[in-house]
T-cell receptor, first 110, second 114 residues
């Protein structure tokens, strides 16, 4: 199956800085989701943006979606050491199957 | 209760062993998933159950055998695995109605095949 691409693959920032991760995909989508995974653990759903939405906020998270460019971005503001994790975008195809991007490993240094 | 539980957390098995992974959720979700995740890679879908029936098999080798005994439980039976099957196995569930697509993941079982 096709997988989206995230960039950067790895991002290292200082606590308090903002972190921006990007995701591209190849097929038409119903929605795009972002998940976080702490090292070696399960994934936690962060936010979902529908194909007819352009921007969505949840706490320190801001997600944008550009369906014409088939891309999305996740912004984490005022990052904390606890935000250190891998972040994956995922889009839904048929049969509610989620296809995950390759992920961005975010390291927030205290 | 918004938790998906998985047992065991860690499993080491030989290539001739038979073992099972278990997943449980009590959220009333009617779709359940098995994913395989190798280190530094995204999860890869293996199986999907919808209303206790297998709806998607992503061409997974027969040495992996899923089972859904009831709407709360999902098993993955393992037999004659290969070392390359070593990975994190994740279970997830989703409410199979309405507009939500959110999948709830368990913490995973770290499998090592010797």
């Amino acid at each position: 199956s096709q997988q989206g691409e995230e960039d950067p693959q790895a991002l290292s920032i200082q606590e308090g800085e903002n972190a921006t991760m990007n995701c591209s995909y190849k097929t038409s989508i119903n929605n795009l989701q972002w998940y976080r995974q702490n090292s070696g653990r399960g994934l936690v759903h962060l936010i979902l943006i529908r194909s007819n939405e352009r921007e969505k906020h949840s706490g320190r998270l801001r997600v944008t979606l550009d369906t014409s460019k088939k891309s999305s971005s996740l912004l984490i503001t005022a990052s904390r050491a606890a935000d250190t994790a891998s972040y994956f975008c995922a889009h839904r195809g048929s049969n509610y199957k989620l296809t995950f991007g390759k992920g961005t490993l975010l390291t927030v240094n205290p | 209760d918004t938790e998906v539980t998985q047992t065991p957390k860690h499993l080491v098995m030989g290539m001739t062993n038979k073992k099972s992974l278990k997943c449980e959720q009590h959220m009333g979700h009617r779709a359940m998933y098995w994913y395989k995740q190798k280190a530094k890679k995204p999860p890869e879908l293996m199986f999907v159950y919808s209303y206790e029936k297998l709806s998607i098999n992503e061409s997974v080798p027969s040495r992996f055998s899923p089972e859904c005994p009831n709407s709360s439980l999902l098993n993955l039976h393992l037999h004659a695995l290969q070392p390359e099957d070593s990975a994190l196995y994740l279970c997830a569930s989703r409410r199979n109605s309405g507009s939500t697509d959110t999948q709830y993941f368990g913490p995973g079982t770290r499998l090592t095949v010797l």
